[in-house]
């Protein structure tokens, strides 16, 4: 069984810092490409918003509304992804959902995200 699971969450105050963890169970059917989404309050599942993605290349995207502020990179102990998240803001609070398992240019995925693995997502919440 394929496991996505996140880590680091929290509650924090406009400016502050955040780390959030991704790991994915191993399984030959699985790449390694990974990314992390986000559910706006509100919002729908289908309405989630991608943050950042990086492909079994290597190659990275990451959103307009977070660059310079979010990175994404790979955990080299463990089968995952880390998301840095510095400068936050209140109109970053969200679920954010880590998936993994796609084809093709990180950037693609960040529009029409198509990934067949999903986490239950970790809560982040900024307040001003």
């Known amino acids: 069984v394929v496991q996505v699971v996140e880590s680091g969450g929290g509650s924090v105050q406009t400016g502050e810092s955040l780390t959030l963890s991704c790991e994915v169970t191993r399984h030959p059917r699985v790449n390694n490409c990974m990314g992390w989404f986000r559910q706006a309050p509100g919002k729908d599942r289908w309405e989630r918003e991608g943050i950042a993605i990086i492909d079994i290349n290597g190659g990275t995207a990451v959103a307009s509304s977070v660059e310079g502020r979010f990175t994404i990179s790979r955990d080299s102990a463990k089968n995952g992804v880390f998301l840095q998240m510095d400068s936050l803001k209140p109109e970053d609070t969200g679920r954010y959902y880590c998936?993994?398992?796609?084809?093709?240019?990180?950037?693609?995925?960040?529009?029409?995200?198509?990934?067949?693995?999903w986490g239950q997502g970790t809560q982040v919440t900024v307040s001003s």
């Open positions: 998936a993994a398992d796609c084809v093709g240019a990180a950037r693609a995925h960040l529009a029409h995200p198509n990934l067949g693995y």
